[in-house]
Nanobody, 116 residues
Framework: QVQLVESGGGLVQPGGSLRLSCAAS????????MAWHRQAPGKERELVAL???????NYASSVKGRFTISRDNAKNTVYLQMNSLRPEDTAVYYC??????????WGQGTQVTVSS
């Protein structure tokens, strides 16, 4: 059974940094497009960043230049380094893994709160 477990969320002041981690189980990690999404209260879930198996990345315009997604296939882990955080980055952040078949698996989410 595929499992994704996020960690690294918390409370940070504006301008601060956090690094989120997503550990994936099973042997599928290297075959997946991995991504981070977020959902703020009262808003739709949105794509933040994704990384393909060959390392190609894509970012939402709101985080480009501030966030960096990376993956370590040997550790079955994907990361989201978040710098220059803003109050509007406050949300629950979710990790996803999309199999070649199109099936998408989701983690349970981790809360990120940016506030002074």
């Amino acid at each position: 059974q595929v499992q994704l477990v996020e960690s690294g969320g918390g409370l940070v002041q504006p301008g601060g940094s956090l690094r989120l981690s997503c550990a994936a189980s099973g042997n599928i990690f290297s075959a997946n497009v991995m991504a981070w999404h977020r959902q703020a209260p009262g808003k739709e879930r949105e794509l933040v960043a994704l990384i393909a198996t060959v390392g190609l990345t894509n970012y939402a315009s709101s985080v480009k230049g501030r966030f960096t997604i990376s993956r370590d296939n040997a550790k079955n882990t994907v990361y989201l380094q978040m710098n220059s955080l803003r109050p509007e980055d406050t949300a629950v952040y979710y990790c996803s893994a999309k199999e070649p078949s199109g099936i998408v698996h989701w983690g349970q989410g981790t809360q990120v709160t940016v506030s002074s």
